[in-house]
């Protein structure tokens, strides 16, 4: 704040106003937010992420430039909001009468301020560098070029993000400014000879073409400028909040109390069979039985849980990690064990993300940290578009809720010590360029993250996954621990690093368990299906006769449990149909698709996990929904073959724990799967170099490393090419232009676009849970009363779609989008959550999409409403609660 003073200490100059309450001087504001700043600095620890940052960035440069560095980037916080001296702003937006109007030839708007703050940065940064006596002309013109960047930021936080318009225009725009401007460097105090800065903003060309070149370094400076833009957007809110809310955060979701860590560390250790495991884990000695049966297991189980601990105890201060195991070998379990020893180790930890690719799994996860681990619902959220709105309070005796506007300022800002989030969310925090995204970034830093099923991800963003892992492992103090019972390590790709860091395998005996007839003889894959396509008739024959055959000679209770999984819908449609015509040998046929909507998905998964349903014959049809993301035990399989990995992880589901005998797998080929997976290298490098034989033995041996070998060669094959586009030609040259829209466009997780359909039926508020006798709730008592008090009424336990979309419809046709209202944004994420029971997604230009638009509903409000959900024009309904979208129904509609 030494750089300013003048109107700093004028209080006549306005930040904020707000109704009911005294104006904030600019004064005032400022110091808030550099308060705050600081304040997210210390507790999460990121000084040494800055000096790191700054230390590539400087290279050989003096301590002298890294200095300046240093304070280049606390300056942005003390000048993101001076530009507010602008008349036009204190006139139009804070109603100060003090001021009149001032004609601008160079501010748009003409009450703007982040321009103008920017450029005040710009003079007192470079006039500073300037008489800096002790550095040499090379190290000024450089710290030159990187104060135009930090000014970048200024610009830019009350925008949507750090899209940069292009660096030729960006530096353009501070031509010409001086005239207009130079008044307001003597309201700040400035004393200094202007004629110097003049001349700067005059030799724009000149920087230019100075600027490319500093950065040989452009991962630092990337990742330098987005934290800094972090700190500041953030400390800005948090700021604004207290002054309008007159309520300060009172905590900023880390672990500080060091007593807490131990206290979590140790319910782990005495978590179930976890207490066996320390307990006798000096003088271990490994097994590795062979034999199959729920002791020995247990016992792999326990082996693996203890290389797990002597590998981390071995390699404490690295920071990459895989855990490759088996299915059924309890990963989410080896995954607490390496966090908690990496906690017990390094008190600098303060942050645990888990990361995953399903909804599912994160709600699966969320409850298994929350018992194995002893968190409370202020130290742990789960954080996906679906999740509900998380209280930290619980009801009080009163029957009163917790403040939703700190709930709400929580989960913007994840104010979490432990997070589980979607792989979405996660990914867009380390290289997305939105600014509610980027709220988040600083959060990395000193934290432990895991990244599950690493295999659901496109092969074409490995590469560019390693790279920035690697890069803020190192930077930003994060352990990173991939894990997949199919496990991709990516680390062997060649990725341009200055200093590769070196993956750990926290099972180095992963084979051995992987190959054990316990976990690998699990389940036999059939392949008499495998060389021939069928149909659906013939399919179904088979179905029932293979599951008779199962309930008769390998079921204990004469039942059986049997699964099939088909590539599309409409497929599994049909043969929902043929298996219906043909027999009654099945009490239940279940389907779960990506069109079922997810309370429907509930009852069945909590169903089949149910003990009491193990006495009936029950038959799933799914799609590819439940790969890896459902935690269920079938007894027999069906899978229309596609990708090796997917088949594996399909036969996950079934014998999952390794109790049953007679379990298999039979693939078969009916749809061709290139329609859905051409574009994957995996399927392209199967078909042209996996013989059918091969294809068989590698799903018989878990020999994925094969597979994974040929994709690596065909990435770094690419990305050795010049003139192609790849990592290099794409994904660096972005960071290096600081090309932040491009570098998040070049990493989506979810390529295809989707459209959100909307279902106006009715769902249960209730259903049964996995528990006999128990319900589980799927709206909470808070949702429900926000319902209520807008004057929606269950009718039989139920909730009416259409009651839920009237209430959307008011919220989106009275928003004023001008003005922020935190009431209506928080009543916005309670209602969207609500509407998520309603809604599934569909690929924007699929066929089903085409022929629902042709008369069964209309857009409306970033939703498709199927508001003729139920009608029937000969083939059924066109969507069904237990069945989902009817591909049937749609069959033979004209097209408009």
């Known amino acids: 704040m030494e750089l300013l003073s003048g109107c700093l200490n004028d209080n006549s100059y306005l930040a904020h106003i707000c109704a009911g309450k005294k104006s904030e001087s600019l004064k005032e504001h400022l110091e808030k937010v550099a308060e705050y700043a600081c304040l997210l600095v210390k507790k ?21 430039s890294r200095n300046w560095l240093k304070r280049m980037f606390a300056a942005v916080i003390v000048f993101h909001d001076t530009g507010k001296v602008n008349e036009n702003f204190q006139r139009l937006r804070m109603m100060n009468r003090i001021f009149a109007v001032r004609k601008t030839e160079v501010l748009e708007p003409s009450y703007g301020h982040s321009f103008l703050g920017s450029w005040l940065f710009l003079a007192f940064i470079l006039d500073g560098v300037w008489d800096d006596s002790q550095m040499t002309d090379e190290e000024k013109k450089c710290l030159f070029v990187y104060a135009f960047f930090f000014s970048y930021v200024i610009r830019q936080h009350h925008s949507a993000g750090l899209h940069c318009a292009g660096e030729e225009y960006f530096l353009n725009s501070f031509a010409g400014c001086y005239e207009e401007f130079r008044d307001y460097l003597t309201v700040w105090g400035y004393k200094a000879d202007g004629q110097r800065i003049e001349s700067v903003f005059k030799c724009i060309v000149g920087i230019q073409q100075e600027t490319q070149k500093y950065r040989s370094s452009s991962f630092s400076l990337f990742s330098l400028l987005k934290l800094n833009s972090s700190l500041l957007t953030a400390a800005d809110y948090l700021a604004t909040h207290e002054y309008m809310n007159a309520s300060a955060i009172d905590s900023l979701g880390i672990f500080e109390d060091r007593s807490r860590v131990e206290e979590m560390i140790g319910h782990l250790k005495n978590y179930k069979h976890n207490q066996e495991i320390y307990k006798n884990l000096n003088g271990f000695t490994f097994k590795y ?171 074409l963003l490995w590469d560019k996954m390693y790279y920035l892992i690697e890069q803020y492992a190192r930077f930003f103090n994060v352990r990173f621990i991939l894990m997949s019972a199919t496990l991709p390590k990516i680390g062997k790709l060649n990725v341009p690093l200055t200093q590769k860091t070196e993956f750990v395998d926290l099972l180095p005996r992963a ?86 909507l997810e309370p429907r998905r509930r009852e069945v998964i909590n169903y089949l996990k149910n003990p009491a349903n193990r006495k009936r014959n029950v038959l799933l049809i799914t799609t590819q929904v439940v790969e890896a993301g459902v935690d269920i035990d079938m007894d027999l399989g069906f899978k229309n073959s596609s990708l090796l990995d997917s088949d594996e992880q399909l036969a996950g589901r079934v014998n999952r724990n390794a109790r049953k005998s007679g379990c298999e797998v039979y693939l078969f080929r009916l749809d061709e799967a290139k329609v859905l997976y051409g574009k994957d290298e995996r399927y392209k490098l199967v078909q042209k170099y996996i013989t059918p034989e091969e294809y068989e033995r590698m799903l018989i041996d878990k020999n994925f490393a094969r597979l994974y070998e040929l994709v690596f060669e065909k990435i770094d094959a ?12 794409e994904f660096l040259k972005s960071i290096e232009r600081l090309d932040f829209a491009d570098i998040d466009k070049g990493f989506q997780i979810i390529e295809q676009k989707n459209e959100t359909i909307f279902v106006p039926l009715k769902i249960p508020v209730e259903i049964a849970s996995k528990d006999k006798g128990i319900k589980e709730r ?80 209309e857009d409306r409000y970033g939703y498709f409403y199927l508001s003729h959900w139920d009608e029937d024009r000969g083939n059924g309904v066109v969507y069904d609660y237990n069945m989902g979208l009817n591909t049937n129904a749609l069959k033979d509609i004209p097209f408009i």
């Open 44 to 64: 999460h620890r990121l000084d040494g992420v800055v000096d790191r940052l700054v230390e590539d960035m400087a290279g050989e440069y003096s301590q002298k």
């Open 289 to 459: 039985p062979v034999e199959k049966s729920g002791d020995h297991l247990n016992c792999l189980r326990t082996e693996m849980a203890v290389e797990v601990i002597q590998t981390i105890r071995a390699h404490p201060d690295d920071r990459l990690f895989y855990i490759e195991a088996p299915t059924g070998g309890g990963k989410t379990n080896l995954s607490m064990i390496a966090v908690t020893e990496l906690m017990e180790k390094h008190s600098d930890i303060q942050k645990i993300f888990y990361v995953f690719p399903f909804t599912t799994l994160i709600t699966q996860t969320y409850q298994t940290l929350q018992k194995a681990l002893g968190l409370t619902s202020s130290e742990l959220a789960e954080l996906h578009s679906k999740a509900a709105f998380n209280v930290k309070k619980e009801e009080n005796e009163d029957g009163i809720y917790g403040d939703k506007t700190q709930d709400y300022i929580d989960r913007l800002f994840a104010l979490y010590p432990v997070c589980v989030l979607s792989h979405v969310k996660f990914f867009d925090m380390l290289k997305g360029n939105r600014k509610e995204m980027n709220y988040l970034f600083h959060r990395l830093a000193n934290s432990v993250v895991v990244i599950d099923e690493l295999q659901t991800y496109n092969p």
């Open 511 to 596: 084979r051995e368990y992987i190959v054990n007839p316990n976990f690998a003889g699990r389940v036999k894959f059939r392949f008499d299906l495998f060389q021939e396509k069928t149909d659906c008739v013939c399919l179904a024959e088979i179905v029932l006769e293979k599951s008779k055959e199962y309930a008769l000679k390998n079921s204990l209770d004469g039942t059986v449990h049997t699964i099939i999984e088909f590539i599309y819908k409409k497929t599994a449609s049909e043969f929902y149909r043929q298996i219906g015509d043909m027999a009654s040998f099945f009490d239940e046929v279940l389907v779960l698709s990506g069109t079922v």
């Open 718 to 729: 690419t990305n050795r090419e010049t003139l192609v586009q790849n990592f290099h030609s």
């Open 778 to 857: 799927l709206i909470s008592e808070m949702e429900l009363d926000f319902l209520n008090n807008l004057g929606v009424v269950l009718k039989d336990g139920k909730l009416d779609g259409r009651d839920v979309w009237e209430i959307y419809e008011q919220f989106v046709s009275h928003s004023d989008q001008k003005s922020f209202n935190l009431d209506r944004k928080i009543h916005f994420k309670v209602l969207q959550r609500i509407m998520s029971w309603f809604t599934f997604s569909l690929i924007y230009q699929s066929k089903d999409l085409s022929e629902l638009k042709c008369g069964f509903g």
